[in-house]
């Protein structure tokens, strides 16, 4: 099963950016358990964790370094995750509430390998966001504010990406329609 159509760019605006960021702090809002940290999973995770991190009123950031993509063109060949911790050192993860942050989860072999890595170290609970899911996802995270099937372009990307080819908008449905796992679907993580 392909992740991706291949037919097109979504182009997902600053402004629809900022959307996501409100569907994704209800959501978490609504959790019974609230996080005590953020984490980004860089590069694409930083935008979010900085926008949820002041939205929570947290001053607790932390940022792991994932490399999963050969490059930063379209539809990239994708490896296993190679993580690499940024800070804090690694034995100052554990009793932690954390929700770690990334722009899309595609297939979600990136929050599989951060989440066994973390749990590993002791965390006290896992909750994962992001501002896409893929359709064809199979490991999804508790809380995404939209979908997609195909090509995601973030307005922190370089633009190289859309200069050719057919390129849509990436609009938020509704935040009745919000991206959150069901109780029968069960947990990612935790």
Not at 115 to 134: D, K, P, Y
Not at 175 to 188: I, N, Q
């Amino acid at each position: 099963m392909d992740l991706w159509l291949g037919k097109r760019l979504l182009q997902l605006s600053w402004e629809e950016f900022g959307n996501s960021v409100d569907i994704l702090y209800e959501q978490i809002c609504q959790d019974a358990v609230k996080p005590d940290a953020v984490v980004a999973l860089a590069r694409g995770g930083l935008p979010l964790a900085t926008a949820l991190v002041h939205r929570l009123e947290l001053h607790d950031i932390r940022v792991i370094s994932v490399t999963r993509s050969a490059g930063d063109e379209r539809y990239a060949e994708r490896g296993a995750p190679k993580i690499a911790w940024v800070g804090p050192a690694k034995d100052d993860w554990s009793a932690r509430h954390l929700l770690i942050c990334d722009d899309i989860a595609g297939d979600g072999g990136t929050l599989t390998a951060i989440l066994g890595q973390l749990r590993e170290m002791g965390a006290r609970s896992i909750r994962s966001a992001t501002v896409v899911c893929n359709v064809n996802c199979q490991n999804r995270p508790d809380y995404w504010a939209m979908e997609s099937d195909d090509w995601v372009v973030f307005p922190w990307e370089s633009q190289k990406a859309v200069m050719d080819g057919p390129i849509e908008p990436l609009v938020v449905a509704s935040r009745s329609s919000l991206g959150r796992r069901s109780a029968d679907e069960g947990p990612v993580r935790r």
